[in-house]
């Protein structure tokens, strides 16, 4: 069912835009079945070695199956409103003849939608500056830095170079902590080492702190978690961590992700994660998927940083990812007096590699005092 979801669009695209081409058969018999074959790289990818979440094939073959698909996406949404108008125009009694020429374009359109769309997806992302107002932050922390990482999703696409240029790039900003919200890799440690390695050139004054997302538990969570601290990125999951400054104090707590309840390890439990944290010090809270927000706030966080909804991948399909992430998809809301910041990702899921006025993001979140 799932994969038959995925190839809608390709089976309108050879209804409406194939079929009615002027060629011989033979050939749209060819295009149909390339442009099938563009809807099915999950179900092929299920037979690599790293299965649907870890494709384990060459980049450059996973980039052109998700420009593939993303042009034939777009070129059926393109067939989808050409068919409205000639619809509307039958009902109106004014007849339009679509001429050849305008199909010609629409799939040009579609090619170079695409091309775009699959570039803004694997880019190294540009800085994203976000100023957030706290209202009992100490003066002491005035201007304090975040760098927030989140669902980069290191895999064949997201390789060990872009790794590498990722953690230059940020690295050039000089944070004073560097926060990693889940999501950091799809694969086994055995076929991911070396992509993650150039990880190990994060680092911030205050300390580079992560947690897990839901990702981590297809594989080998544990695992993951011990190699991830072995480079520096030390996890607080039901745990906390204080930063302090001349005696001011700031509490950077994390979670696991929702789903690890339901993968045979411990879930998230907030309580737990505060205990022992100083009462009157400002929380800053880890949590992978924003859905929990609101139950969150109940227990006076005053900052949470999620990810993986990616933003919603494409401007307006964004209303498909907010019921299950409770409305929360992109961007910054107060939600019962705490702040929630859903970063739009600074990869995502090799599954689908297309972004369209929801980039990719590197956060520098500046905290400021609410006056």
Same mark, same amino acid.
């Given at each position: 069912?799932?994969?038959?979801? *995925?190839?809608?669009?390709?089976? @309108?695209?050879?209804?409406?835009?194939?079929?009615?081409?002027?060629?011989?058969l033979?050939?749209?018999?060819?295009?149909?079945?390339l442009?099938l074959?563009?809807?099915? @790289?999950?179900?092929?990818s299920?037979f690599?070695?790293?299965?649907? *979440?870890?494709?384990?094939?060459p980049?450059?073959?996973?980039?052109?199956?998700?420009?593939?698909?993303?042009?034939?996406? *777009?070129?059926?949404?393109?067939?989808?409103?050409?068919?409205?108008?000639t619809?509307?125009?039958?009902l109106?009694?004014?007849?339009?003849?679509?001429?050849?020429?305008?199909? @010609?374009?629409?799939?040009?359109?579609?090619?170079?939608? &695409?091309?775009?769309?699959?570039?803004?997806?694997?880019?190294?992302?540009?800085?994203?500056?976000?100023?957030?107002?706290?209202?009992?932050?100490?003066?002491?922390?005035?201007?304090?830095?975040?760098?927030?990482?989140?669902?980069?999703?290191?895999?064949?696409?997201?390789?060990?170079t872009?790794?590498?240029?990722?953690v230059k790039?940020?690295?050039?900003?000089?944070?004073n902590?560097?926060?990693?919200?889940?999501?950091?890799?799809?694969?086994?440690?055995?076929?991911?080492?070396?992509?993650?390695?150039p990880?190990?050139?994060?680092?911030?004054p205050?300390?580079?702190?992560?947690?897990?997302?839901?990702?981590e538990? *297809?594989?080998?969570?544990?695992?993951?978690?011990?190699?991830?601290?072995?480079?520096?990125?030390?996890p607080?999951?039901?745990?906390?961590a204080?930063?302090?400054?001349?005696?001011?104090?700031?509490?950077?707590?994390?979670?696991?992700?929702?789903?690890?309840?339901?993968?045979?390890?411990? &879930?998230?439990?907030?309580?737990?994660?505060?205990?022992?944290?100083?009462?009157?010090?400002?929380?800053?809270?880890l949590?992978?998927?924003?859905?929990?927000?609101?139950?969150?706030?109940?227990q006076?966080?005053?900052?949470?940083l999620?990810?993986?909804?990616?933003?919603?991948?494409?401007?307006?399909?964004?209303?498909?990812?907010?019921?299950p992430?409770?409305?929360?998809?992109?961007?910054l809301?107060?939600?019962?007096?705490?702040?929630? @910041?859903?970063?739009? &990702?600074?990869?995502?899921?090799? &599954?689908?590699?297309?972004?369209?006025?929801?980039?990719?993001?590197?956060?520098?979140?500046?905290?400021?005092?609410?006056?």
């Amino acid at each position: 069912m799932f994969h038959l979801i *995925f190839s809608i669009p390709s089976w @309108y695209v050879i209804a409406r835009f194939v079929l009615p081409l002027a060629m011989p058969l033979v050939l749209k018999v060819i295009l149909s079945l390339l442009v099938l074959l563009a809807s099915q @790289y999950l179900l092929i990818s299920r037979f690599t070695a790293g299965g649907i *979440f870890s494709p384990e094939m060459p980049r450059t073959v996973i980039i052109l199956f998700n420009w593939a698909f993303s042009a034939v996406l *777009f070129l059926a949404m393109t067939q989808l409103l050409i068919d409205a108008v000639t619809v509307m125009s039958l009902l109106f009694r004014h007849p339009l003849e679509i001429a050849p020429g305008v199909r @010609y374009l629409a799939a040009l359109f579609a090619i170079a939608l &695409g091309a775009i769309s699959v570039h803004q997806a694997i880019r190294v992302p540009p800085v994203k500056d976000v100023t957030i107002e706290i209202e009992n932050l100490p003066a002491e922390f005035e201007g304090y830095q975040l760098l927030q990482l989140t669902d980069l999703h290191i895999t064949k696409l997201f390789n060990a170079t872009w790794t590498a240029a990722l953690v230059k790039r940020a690295m050039s900003l000089n944070a004073n902590l560097i926060v990693v919200t889940g999501d950091v890799i799809d694969g086994t440690l055995q076929n991911r080492r070396a992509d993650v390695e150039p990880l190990r050139g994060l680092n911030a004054p205050d300390g580079v702190f992560a947690i897990t997302g839901n990702h981590e538990y *297809f594989f080998e969570q544990e695992r993951w978690t011990d190699h991830l601290a072995s480079l520096g990125l030390h996890p607080l999951l039901n745990s906390h961590a204080i930063i302090k400054r001349d005696g001011a104090e700031l509490v950077i707590a994390g979670l696991p992700d929702a789903s690890a309840s339901r993968r045979n390890t411990i &879930g998230p439990d907030l309580t737990k994660a505060l205990r022992g944290a100083p009462e009157n010090a400002p929380v800053i809270l880890l949590d992978h998927q924003p859905r929990n927000a609101r139950q969150n706030a109940l227990q006076k966080v005053d900052l949470q940083l999620s990810g993986h909804t990616h933003g919603g991948l494409i401007v307006g399909f964004d209303r498909l990812f907010a019921k299950p992430n409770a409305g929360f998809v992109s961007g910054l809301y107060n939600v019962d007096g705490m702040q929630l @910041y859903v970063n739009n &990702g600074t990869a995502l899921w090799p &599954g689908v590699a297309v972004r369209l006025g929801r980039p990719s993001e590197l956060t520098r979140i500046t905290l400021q005092r609410r006056k």
